[in-house]
């Protein structure tokens, strides 16, 4: 018996577990915006004993859509946006709700925001983590660097922004990643919006930033399992203004995956189909099956 969620509703879809038994969870997140290098999403699984009748909320990740577009469940708005995460929730709520984002105990990362103009060095995408989000690459800058780039999510901290100086556009707004989304830009008078958009993610990747006419990239979004070697889970006692991790990697429920696996968005990794792909593009995937009964 397996269910499969559609690639992107806009809004949470539940799940009632039919009878108690081990089940097996997969997730894709969703892949950011950008004509050349879009970032692409992380890949996570496991294993889990479930109860008849608990109730899991499923959060797929929306494909980034660019120009000022805001996307569901993370990815950061910019001129190309970051792709939103693929989650596992036991509380339910709107997708940035925080006792709600608080409560996941799977993540798959989104990718970050590429770039519209290509890079001199190809092939280096702002890809989901994996424990940290990829940072974004992209040297088509008046200075040759990539210092205005977005930085990836890691288990504790949202990826920073690009370096700002007073070359940089000034219009950028919440542009480090955060507990759950990605770093975004806010708008010109014309509403359209400065470079690019971190990806989402249990952190998300920060927005990249104009250095004069140069277009960066925003940072990939990191992953989370619970029960994953790695991984830093957070306090029940936490607050969206106080945000404690225990430095271990099990959620505060109790409820802990087996048999887990977690693949950058750079990596070669199972696809939604069953064949394979490196990292993730478009909406983000759910998948779950169940094993033993």
Excluded at 20 to 25: E, M, P, S, V
Excluded at 88 to 116: E, H, P, Q, T
Excluded at 230 to 251: F, M, V, Y
Aim: hydrophobic letters at 20%.
């Amino acid at each position: 018996m397996f269910n499969y969620f559609p690639p992107h509703t806009g809004s949470v879809q539940s799940y009632s577990v039919p009878v108690t038994g081990t089940y097996n969870i997969k997730c894709w997140g969703a892949s950011g915006s950008g004509e050349y290098n879009p970032g692409r999403g992380g890949y996570t699984v496991g294993q889990i004993i479930l109860t008849r009748g608990t109730l899991l909320y499923v959060y797929v990740g929306e494909v980034g859509q660019g120009y000022a577009y805001s996307n569901f469940n993370g990815g950061g708005i910019g001129e190309t946006s970051g792709g939103g995460a693929t989650d596992i929730r036991l509380n339910s709520g709107i997708w940035n709700d925080f006792n709600s984002l608080k409560s996941r105990i799977m993540v798959a990362g989104g990718g970050g925001g590429g770039y519209y103009i290509r890079t001199t060095k190809d092939g280096i995408c702002p890809d989901a983590g994996g424990l940290k989000g990829t940072d974004a690459y992209c040297i088509y800058t008046p200075d040759g660097i990539t210092t205005y780039s977005g930085h990836g999510g890691t288990q504790t901290a949202g990826g920073k922004c690009g370096s700002t100086s007073s070359t940089v556009d000034p219009y950028t707004l919440n542009a480090d990643g955060h507990y759950g989304y990605g770093g975004y830009g806010n708008s010109y008078p014309d509403n359209s919006c400065m470079s690019s958009g971190g990806g989402g993610g249990y952190y998300g990747g920060g927005h990249g930033v104009h250095p004069n006419s140069g277009w960066t990239g925003g940072g990939g979004g990191s992953s989370f399992i619970s029960g994953y070697s790695g991984c830093d889970a957070i306090d029940k006692s936490s607050t969206s203004d106080k945000i404690i991790h225990t430095g271990l990697p099990n959620h505060y429920s109790g409820y802990i995956f087996t048999n887990s696996q977690m693949i950058a968005g750079n990596t070669s990794m199972p696809s939604p189909s069953g064949s394979t792909e490196t990292g993730h593009t478009g909406n983000g995937y759910c998948l779950i099956t169940q094993i033993t009964f």
